[in-house]
T-cell receptor, first 113, second 115 residues
Framework: DAKTTQPPSMDCAEGRAANLPCNHS???????VYWYRQIHSQGPQYIIH???NNETNEMASLIITEDRKSSTLILPHATLRDTAVYYC??????????????FGSGTQLTVLP | DAGVIQSPRHEVTEMGQEVTLRCKPI?????LFWYRQTMMRGLELLIY????????DSGMPEDRFSAKMPNASFSTLKIQPSEPRDSAVYFC?????????????FGAGSRLTVL
Protein backbone atom coordinates (compact mmCIF):
# COMPACT_ATOMS: atom_id res chain seq x y z
CA ASP A 1 0.00 0.00 0.00
CA ALA A 2 1.10 3.55 -0.70
CA LYS A 3 2.66 5.56 2.10
CA THR A 4 0.95 8.71 3.38
CA THR A 5 2.36 11.89 4.89
CA GLN A 6 0.36 14.11 7.24
CA PRO A 7 1.30 17.10 9.39
CA PRO A 8 1.66 15.99 13.02
CA SER A 9 -0.65 18.67 14.39
CA MET A 10 -3.09 21.42 13.42
CA ASP A 11 -5.32 23.88 15.23
CA CYS A 12 -8.68 25.13 14.10
CA ALA A 13 -11.10 27.66 15.58
CA GLU A 14 -14.47 26.34 16.62
CA GLY A 15 -17.08 26.94 13.92
CA ARG A 16 -14.52 27.30 11.18
CA ALA A 17 -13.69 24.74 8.53
CA ALA A 18 -10.88 22.34 9.32
CA ASN A 19 -8.83 21.32 6.29
CA LEU A 20 -6.57 18.35 6.91
CA PRO A 21 -4.05 17.57 4.15
CA CYS A 22 -2.59 14.23 3.20
CA ASN A 23 0.12 13.44 0.71
CA HIS A 24 0.11 10.05 -1.03
CA SER A 25 2.31 10.61 -4.03
CA UNK A 26 2.94 6.90 -4.67
CA UNK A 27 -0.73 5.92 -4.78
CA UNK A 28 -1.62 3.42 -7.48
CA UNK A 29 -4.66 3.57 -9.73
CA UNK A 30 -6.77 1.10 -7.77
CA UNK A 31 -5.98 2.29 -4.28
CA UNK A 32 -8.58 4.13 -2.22
CA VAL A 33 -8.02 6.94 0.26
CA TYR A 34 -9.60 6.35 3.66
CA TRP A 35 -9.94 8.71 6.58
CA TYR A 36 -10.46 7.62 10.15
CA ARG A 37 -10.26 9.56 13.39
CA GLN A 38 -9.61 8.61 16.98
CA ILE A 39 -10.95 10.66 19.81
CA HIS A 40 -8.94 10.29 22.99
CA SER A 41 -9.46 6.94 24.73
CA GLN A 42 -11.89 5.71 22.09
CA GLY A 43 -11.60 3.30 19.18
CA PRO A 44 -10.93 4.71 15.71
CA GLN A 45 -13.97 5.88 13.79
CA TYR A 46 -14.47 5.72 10.04
CA ILE A 47 -15.12 9.08 8.40
CA ILE A 48 -15.07 8.80 4.61
CA HIS A 49 -13.27 7.20 1.67
CA UNK A 50 -12.86 7.79 -2.05
CA UNK A 51 -11.08 6.67 -5.20
CA UNK A 52 -11.04 9.56 -7.67
CA ASN A 53 -14.07 11.75 -7.23
CA ASN A 54 -14.71 14.09 -4.38
CA GLU A 55 -16.95 12.60 -1.73
CA THR A 56 -19.22 14.09 0.89
CA ASN A 57 -21.19 12.58 3.74
CA GLU A 58 -22.76 13.83 6.92
CA MET A 59 -19.42 14.03 8.67
CA ALA A 60 -17.01 15.49 6.14
CA SER A 61 -15.93 16.09 2.57
CA LEU A 62 -12.99 14.47 0.84
CA ILE A 63 -11.25 16.34 -1.94
CA ILE A 64 -8.81 14.29 -4.05
CA THR A 65 -6.55 16.08 -6.50
CA GLU A 66 -6.80 15.17 -10.16
CA ASP A 67 -3.43 13.40 -10.12
CA ARG A 68 -4.54 11.62 -6.89
CA LYS A 69 -1.24 12.38 -5.21
CA SER A 70 -2.84 14.28 -2.37
CA SER A 71 -6.16 14.78 -0.67
CA THR A 72 -7.83 17.03 1.87
CA LEU A 73 -10.38 16.12 4.49
CA ILE A 74 -12.72 19.00 5.24
CA LEU A 75 -14.78 19.30 8.40
CA PRO A 76 -17.04 22.19 7.41
CA HIS A 77 -17.90 23.54 10.86
CA ALA A 78 -15.48 22.16 13.42
CA THR A 79 -16.69 21.71 16.99
CA LEU A 80 -14.76 20.93 20.17
CA ARG A 81 -15.88 17.32 19.79
CA ASP A 82 -13.90 17.07 16.56
CA THR A 83 -10.64 17.28 18.51
CA ALA A 84 -8.98 13.97 17.64
CA VAL A 85 -6.16 12.29 15.75
CA TYR A 86 -7.06 12.01 12.07
CA TYR A 87 -5.57 9.20 10.02
CA CYS A 88 -5.24 9.21 6.24
CA UNK A 89 -4.81 5.67 4.89
CA UNK A 90 -4.33 4.36 1.37
CA UNK A 91 -5.49 0.83 0.70
CA UNK A 92 -6.64 -1.53 -1.97
CA UNK A 93 -10.28 -2.42 -1.63
CA UNK A 94 -10.92 -4.50 -4.71
CA UNK A 95 -13.33 -7.35 -5.25
CA UNK A 96 -15.16 -6.49 -2.08
CA UNK A 97 -12.40 -7.95 0.05
CA UNK A 98 -10.90 -6.19 3.01
CA UNK A 99 -7.27 -5.27 2.98
CA UNK A 100 -4.98 -4.41 5.82
CA UNK A 101 -5.35 -0.81 6.91
CA UNK A 102 -2.03 0.60 8.06
CA PHE A 103 -2.49 3.45 10.49
CA GLY A 104 0.36 5.95 10.56
CA SER A 105 0.84 8.61 13.20
CA GLY A 106 -1.91 10.87 11.84
CA THR A 107 -2.66 14.54 12.49
CA GLN A 108 -3.67 15.74 15.93
CA LEU A 109 -6.43 18.26 15.28
CA THR A 110 -7.21 20.56 18.16
CA VAL A 111 -10.34 22.67 17.87
CA LEU A 112 -9.99 25.82 19.93
CA PRO A 113 -12.92 27.63 21.54
CA ASP B 1 -27.11 -2.52 16.84
CA ALA B 2 -24.92 -2.24 19.92
CA GLY B 3 -21.77 -2.04 17.82
CA VAL B 4 -18.61 -4.06 18.40
CA ILE B 5 -18.49 -5.20 21.98
CA GLN B 6 -15.23 -5.93 23.75
CA SER B 7 -14.54 -7.31 27.19
CA PRO B 8 -13.01 -6.72 29.59
CA ARG B 9 -12.58 -2.96 29.23
CA HIS B 10 -9.68 -2.99 31.65
CA GLU B 11 -7.45 -5.84 32.74
CA VAL B 12 -4.57 -5.72 35.17
CA THR B 13 -2.56 -8.88 35.56
CA GLU B 14 0.83 -10.07 36.62
CA MET B 15 3.58 -11.23 34.35
CA GLY B 16 3.22 -14.88 33.41
CA GLN B 17 -0.54 -14.98 33.72
CA GLU B 18 -2.85 -15.91 30.87
CA VAL B 19 -4.98 -13.12 29.43
CA THR B 20 -8.09 -13.60 27.29
CA LEU B 21 -9.71 -10.71 25.49
CA ARG B 22 -13.12 -11.12 23.93
CA CYS B 23 -14.94 -9.56 21.03
CA LYS B 24 -18.46 -9.69 19.65
CA PRO B 25 -18.61 -8.20 16.13
CA ILE B 26 -21.57 -6.46 14.57
CA UNK B 27 -24.18 -9.01 13.54
CA UNK B 28 -23.85 -9.88 9.86
CA UNK B 29 -20.31 -8.59 9.47
CA UNK B 30 -17.99 -11.19 7.97
CA UNK B 31 -14.61 -9.60 8.69
CA LEU B 32 -13.07 -9.31 12.14
CA PHE B 33 -9.83 -7.54 12.98
CA TRP B 34 -7.64 -7.38 16.08
CA TYR B 35 -5.44 -4.30 16.50
CA ARG B 36 -3.04 -3.29 19.25
CA GLN B 37 -2.18 0.31 20.15
CA THR B 38 0.81 1.55 22.11
CA MET B 39 2.41 4.96 22.37
CA MET B 40 5.61 3.68 20.80
CA ARG B 41 4.20 1.71 17.87
CA GLY B 42 0.79 3.25 17.28
CA LEU B 43 -2.02 1.08 15.89
CA GLU B 44 -0.86 -2.28 14.60
CA LEU B 45 -2.94 -4.96 12.92
CA LEU B 46 -2.40 -8.30 14.65
CA ILE B 47 -4.70 -10.62 12.73
CA TYR B 48 -7.90 -10.62 10.74
CA UNK B 49 -10.57 -13.18 9.92
CA UNK B 50 -13.03 -13.59 7.08
CA UNK B 51 -16.01 -15.86 7.67
CA UNK B 52 -14.32 -17.10 10.85
CA UNK B 53 -11.15 -18.14 9.00
CA UNK B 54 -7.84 -16.40 9.77
CA UNK B 55 -6.64 -14.60 6.64
CA UNK B 56 -3.49 -12.84 7.78
CA ASP B 57 -1.79 -13.35 11.13
CA SER B 58 1.55 -11.87 10.14
CA GLY B 59 1.14 -9.13 12.71
CA MET B 60 0.90 -11.49 15.67
CA PRO B 61 4.07 -10.70 17.60
CA GLU B 62 5.02 -14.16 18.73
CA ASP B 63 3.77 -17.58 19.73
CA ARG B 64 2.51 -16.28 23.03
CA PHE B 65 -0.34 -14.67 21.11
CA SER B 66 -3.21 -16.67 19.64
CA ALA B 67 -6.60 -15.71 18.24
CA LYS B 68 -9.67 -17.77 17.51
CA MET B 69 -13.05 -17.20 16.00
CA PRO B 70 -15.21 -20.23 16.79
CA ASN B 71 -18.32 -18.67 15.26
CA ALA B 72 -19.51 -15.56 13.50
CA SER B 73 -20.42 -13.77 16.70
CA PHE B 74 -17.39 -14.31 18.90
CA SER B 75 -13.61 -14.03 18.84
CA THR B 76 -10.87 -14.26 21.44
CA LEU B 77 -7.32 -13.00 21.63
CA LYS B 78 -5.22 -14.89 24.12
CA ILE B 79 -1.80 -14.07 25.52
CA GLN B 80 -0.02 -16.83 27.40
CA PRO B 81 2.20 -16.11 29.23
CA SER B 82 1.77 -12.36 29.42
CA GLU B 83 4.73 -9.96 29.70
CA PRO B 84 4.93 -6.28 30.69
CA ARG B 85 5.65 -5.31 27.06
CA ASP B 86 2.20 -6.63 26.12
CA SER B 87 0.65 -3.71 27.97
CA ALA B 88 -1.44 -1.87 25.40
CA VAL B 89 -4.97 -1.14 24.28
CA TYR B 90 -6.34 -3.96 22.15
CA PHE B 91 -9.07 -3.10 19.67
CA CYS B 92 -11.42 -5.38 17.84
CA UNK B 93 -13.15 -4.21 14.66
CA UNK B 94 -15.56 -5.70 12.15
CA UNK B 95 -16.68 -4.95 8.61
CA UNK B 96 -18.80 -6.31 5.78
CA UNK B 97 -17.66 -7.64 2.41
CA UNK B 98 -18.34 -5.31 -0.48
CA UNK B 99 -17.83 -1.61 -0.77
CA UNK B 100 -17.67 -1.44 2.99
CA UNK B 101 -15.01 -4.08 3.49
CA UNK B 102 -12.48 -1.50 4.66
CA UNK B 103 -15.09 0.50 6.55
CA UNK B 104 -14.24 -0.84 9.96
CA UNK B 105 -16.33 -0.36 13.06
CA PHE B 106 -14.09 -0.48 16.12
CA GLY B 107 -14.96 -1.47 19.63
CA ALA B 108 -14.10 0.62 22.65
CA GLY B 109 -10.96 -1.38 23.31
CA SER B 110 -9.53 -3.47 26.12
CA ARG B 111 -6.79 -1.78 28.10
CA LEU B 112 -4.29 -4.37 29.31
CA THR B 113 -1.70 -3.69 31.97
CA VAL B 114 0.82 -6.42 32.75
CA LEU B 115 2.79 -5.82 35.93
Amino acid sequence: DAKTTQPPSMDCAEGRAANLPCNHSTISGNEYVYWYRQIHSQGPQYIIHGLKNNETNEMASLIITEDRKSSTLILPHATLRDTAVYYCIVSLSGSGSARQLTFGSGTQLTVLP
Amino acid sequence: DAGVIQSPRHEVTEMGQEVTLRCKPISGHDYLFWYRQTMMRGLELLIYFNNNVPIDDSGMPEDRFSAKMPNASFSTLKIQPSEPRDSAVYFCASSLTGSGANVLTFGAGSRLTVL
